[in-house]
């Protein structure tokens, strides 16, 4: 089993609590998707930004050769500014407004990929105003495909919100295209936390069949498959490396599959991989507060929260927790929570782990990935902090605690 080796903090930490990411993880599983598709030009990733968007984690990522998959105008933005241009930014989701069509089109991004014929058609008179202006156009097929994950990360299924059933990708062929909107690639997104490598390789039969049906009726041909993201993450062996190899191998076979099918094109496989690149690179820290017990449960108050990391409460994800010193104390079943005004505000139950006094810290461990982007300031908590662990051990400030308001 290949393993992720534990990160080590300095001996003065900041003020918890406080989320950093280690260059050293992010090095390694950049590396490691990388190699398992043999750094070919035709295989790309575009990072999901919506993963990790803080700036260090874009330029890191930069210099391996990534692109970005944005989800909101914002995102757009901040790619711009991390350096990202070009064929490198495909811009996804369901609700893009006409305004962010517009800085879409006027940075020329790779590709706009569209979730609607109603969408569609809103996008190509928008783009009547740019004629001058290429605007690359994707479509989300949605295969009406199940995956066994958390039902709030599935996106796949026609009960979903996301992409279109294949009538409806057909009936977008036969709307007017303006001249200057170039049909670019067909896009696909199953969903997270994916384990199961079958249902990338049903996924991707099911594109083929639309899109030879399209080859045949409408003479068009796409250069460009979008596989989505969706590789899964053991949280309950947070130091195994994901299944890049195993996925490497589905991205070599999708290129090849599109090749076969398009013959006369410059062809590339884009995926969307996120949560895999970023997830065990980042750590929370926290402080025990107090420790308490009743007749039927020990808690473990910490300082962090529900508003820090949502994932267990949202999903009834499971992180590990870990004691950042331990001192061989024996073991105690504890609920560790926060001090947020809600009986869903944990970050573990039923864990087992050295008896806990206060002052103690810990860190919960894979909280790279949807971490930080969705904490809130519910009960005016202060947003945490976040640092970068740098090769050399330094532990670099990223930015402090973020409040927004003006109490006065």
């Known amino acids: 089993m290949k393993m992720l080796k534990r990160p080590?903090?300095?001996?003065?930490?900041?003020?918890?609590?406080f989320y950093f990411y280690d260059e050293a993880i992010l090095k390694e599983l950049s590396e490691g998707f990388r190699a398992s598709v043999d750094s070919s030009d035709e295989i790309i990733l575009h990072y999901a930004v919506k993963a990790n968007s803080h700036p260090a984690i874009l330029k890191f990522l930069h210099k391996y050769g990534s692109g970005l998959d944005v989800v909101s105008g914002a995102e757009l933005r901040l790619a711009l500014e991390c350096g990202y241009y070009g064929d490198r930014i495909v811009f996804s989701g369901v609700g893009k407004t006409q305004e962010e069509m517009k800085l879409a089109i006027e940075n020329e991004i790779g590709m706009l990929i569209v979730e609607s014929c109603e969408e569609f058609e809103e996008l190509c008179e928008v783009s009547k105003a740019y004629p001058s202006k290429t605007v690359k156009v994707g479509f989300r097929f949605n295969p009406n495909l199940s995956v066994e994950t958390h039902p709030y990360i599935a996106t796949g299924l026609w009960e979903h919100k996301f992409g279109m059933a294949g009538e409806e990708v057909l009936r977008m062929m036969e709307l007017s295209i303006p001249a200057n909107v170039k049909l670019q690639g067909i896009s696909l997104h199953l969903g997270s936390q994916i384990f199961d490598d079958k249902i990338f390789y049903d996924a991707v039969n099911e594109v083929v069949k639309l899109a030879k049906i399209i080859q045949s009726k409408y003479k068009k041909s796409f250069p460009v498959l979008n596989v989505g993201g969706g590789l899964g993450v053991d949280y309950q062996e947070p130091y195994k490396k994901p299944g890049f190899e195993n996925y490497g191998k589905f991205l070599k076979w999708a290129l090849a599959e599109w090749k076969q099918l398009n013959p006369d094109l410059k062809c590339q496989v884009y995926s969307e991989c996120g949560r895999a690149l970023v997830a065990q690179s980042g750590y929370l820290v926290t402080k025990v507060i107090r420790v308490k017990s009743n007749p039927k449960k020990n808690f473990a108050i910490v300082d962090a929260s529900m508003t820090e990391l949502i994932r267990p409460a949202l999903y009834s994800a499971y992180h590990a927790v870990?004691?950042?010193?331990?001192?061989?104390?024996?073991?105690?079943?504890?609920?560790?929570?926060?001090?947020?005004c809600e009986s869903g505000d944990f970050l573990a139950e039923k864990r087992s782990i050295e008896e806990l006094k206060r002052g103690d810290l810990l860190w919960v461990l894979c909280a790279g990935a949807y971490g930080y982007v969705m904490s809130s300031h519910y009960n005016l908590r202060p947003l945490p902090a976040e640092y970068f662990l740098e090769s050399n051990g330094v532990l670099r400030e990223l930015h402090g605690p973020l409040q927004t308001w003006n109490i006065k």
Not at 8 to 17: A, G, I, N, R, W
Not at 322 to 340: C, F, T
Request: aromatic share 4%; proline share 17%.
């Open 322 to 340: 870990e004691k950042l010193e331990p001192s061989g104390l024996d073991e105690k079943i504890y609920d560790i929570v926060g001090p947020v």
């Open 8 to 17: 080590q903090l300095p001996k003065d930490l900041p003020q918890t609590p």
